[in-house]
């Protein structure tokens, strides 16, 4: 059984730059959610996709959207790069979109906007 | 709004002693109480949670919690400590009149097993 992978690992980008981070779900995982850890803090929720549609969003502005696809892999797109918008981009999946469980996470994406 | 605090940034504990790394939380409706674990450039780790039932939860790597209403608590306890159990600690809640998996983390604690 795969686990949750997470592309790239690293990357370095300049503000008002745009970044897409791709994430592929746990197999037989269908709901994708989307978290934002900056250095020495709590992971703070983004968004969730279930069957290819956002049906949780967390205090963050449009800038920051996401995509699922019919494989259930999804991307979090960030345009107008911020200094404050480093960090670590975790992706985690779970079976079901409202059943609760526990939430399967990839390594995630360390993001550095310079 | 739901939150969460993890009042202590560190715990130090000797290996075989008992280790205790607190949370409490608040909700509006039922919680639903997680704790996850981050090894360093990793990402988190399931390790237990609460929806309903027994308040004592027990979870992998002989980690256990206790959930105690009265208190809004669900502190992680373990018997023995291993060197391995070193990292870093998160608590989190779901509101259960929310769907979905929107957790809502603490600022993590990180443990410390010295040998």
């Known amino acids: 059984e795969t686990g949750v992978t997470q592309s790239p690992t690293h990357l370095i980008k300049t503000r008002g730059q745009q970044v897409t981070l791709r994430c592929s779900s746990q197999s037989g995982h269908n709901t994708v959610s989307w978290y934002q850890q900056a250095l020495g803090q709590g992971p703070q929720f983004i968004f969730q996709y279930y069957r290819e549609e956002e049906n949780g969003r967390g205090n963050f502005p449009p800038r920051f959207s996401g995509l699922q696809f019919p494989n259930y892999s999804s991307e979090l797109n960030v345009n107008a790069l911020e200094l404050d918008d480093s960090a670590l981009y975790l992706c985690?999946?779970?079976?079901?979109?409202?059943?609760?469980?526990?939430?399967?996470f990839g390594e995630g994406s360390r993001l550095t906007v310079l | 709004a739901q939150s969460v605090a993890q009042p202590e940034d560190q715990v130090n504990v000797a290996e075989g002693n008992p280790l205790t790394v607190k949370c409490t939380y608040s909700?509006?409706?039922?919680?639903?109480l997680f704790w996850y674990v981050q090894y360093p450039n990793r990402g988190l780790q399931f390790l237990l949670k609460y929806i309903t039932g027994d308040n004592l939860v027990k979870g992998s790597y002989g980690f256990e919690a206790e959930f105690n209403k009265s208190q809004t608590s669900f502190h992680l306890k373990k018997p023995s400590a291993l060197v391995s159990d070193s990292a870093l600690y998160f608590c989190?809640?779901?509101?259960?009149?929310?769907?979905?998996?929107?957790?809502?983390f603490g600022g993590g604690t990180r443990l410390m097993v010295k040998p």
């Open positions: 909700v509006s409706g039922n919680p639903y």
């Open positions: 989190a809640v779901r509101d259960g009149g929310n769907a979905g998996n929107m957790l809502t």
């Open positions: 985690a999946s779970s079976p079901r979109g409202v059943e609760i469980g526990e939430l399967f």
